[in-house]
């Protein structure tokens, strides 16, 4: 079940309706339901993607309410909540704000998570940009990259075997304290979000698969060989998972505006375009279909899992 960099390209979607920013979201989802994301939930599991993720965001001001809407559901409760309605398909932070929380504590949810879900969890993280976020909850947010650095390093020993984990560091410190239930994976992949020269150098020497945001297709090949040749400058030599965000995409011919930057046009087609990720050095890639209600999404769902899906590999 793990995403791995090698095999065909794998494929896998940022939730809709659990975060509704005017950049993705669809006008449908305002009016939508618990019941909406658990068909979409489903039509993933059921469709081969390998992944659903959920975002995180604890407040955001009304500075920012226009452009990023107020509604962000809590990943670890939403993703919980759809592992109970899934078997298959992995569960996935996009990302966590892990320095508004102690480690402790992002430990004691996400162990739980995954033990809760048979081991599918992938704790995607990153630094955050809401100043205001993390001054409401007494979070250092000018320090918050030293803040993830060490947050990783915690995480690490937080997430593994031992039932009391033990970590030193400038900013966190903790023994002698267990917890359980522990993960069921021996080791949760760490995937860090962003695409800023910290964040990459940050994903190459502390993560396990990187998370670039939205970059654009010709701009990811330099980046990606950077991350590698910094992983290779820190004598790493396991491999990582590599992910791009697709343009979006409509399976088909839209008989609406679905936008000048969306894929559409037959299964074949769009594979052979997605294609071009794999052969650039990405593993697997995030898909945002164009829908106009929830029956459209899962039927556009369906038709990339039974339709595009199998030739993503040839």
Do not use: N
């Amino acid at each position: 079940m793990p995403i791995l960099p090698s095999g065909p390209l794998s494929y896998g979607m940022q939730l809709p309706v659990q975060s509704q920013s005017v950049i993705y979201a669809e006008p449908w989802e305002a009016a939508a339901t618990p019941a909406d994301l658990v068909r979409i939930a489903r039509a993933a599991d059921h469709g081969g993607f390998a992944y659903i993720a959920g975002c995180d965001h604890v407040a955001i001001p009304r500075r920012l309410a226009d452009g990023m809407s107020t509604v962000w559901y809590d990943p670890v409760a939403t993703l919980a909540f759809l592992a109970g309605v899934t078997g298959r398909v992995l569960l996935m932070s996009h990302v966590a704000v892990v320095g508004l929380r102690h480690p402790l504590v992002t430990a004691k949810q996400y162990a739980t998570l995954d033990h809760l879900s048979g081991g599918r969890l992938i704790l995607g993280v990153g630094a955050g940009h809401v100043r205001e976020e993390f001054e409401a909850v007494g979070a250092d947010f000018d320090g918050r990259g030293g803040v993830l650095d060490e947050s990783i390093d915690a995480l690490r020993a937080a997430l593994g075997p031992e039932e009391y984990p033990e970590f030193a560091g400038e900013r966190f410190s903790f023994g002698g304290l267990g917890q359980l239930p522990r993960p069921v994976q021996e080791r949760v992949p760490i995937w860090v979000g962003g695409s800023s020269p910290a964040a990459t150098r940050r994903a190459a020497v502390r993560g396990d698969g990187w998370l670039p945001q939205g970059d654009a297709r010709d701009r990811l090949p330099a980046t990606i060989a950077r991350v590698h040749a910094l992983r290779e400058e820190a004598g790493i030599e396991a491999p990582i998972v590599v992910g791009a965000i697709t343009e979006p995409v409509y399976v088909g011919e839209p008989g609406w505006s679905v936008g000048r930057r969306t894929l559409t046009g037959e299964p074949e087609a769009l594979a052979e375009s997605l294609r071009e990720y794999a052969a650039i050095g990405v593993h697997q890639i995030q898909v945002r279909f164009r829908s106009r209600s929830v029956d459209e999404l899962t039927d556009q769902m369906a038709a990339f899992g039974a339709d595009v899906a199998p030739h993503l590999g040839t």
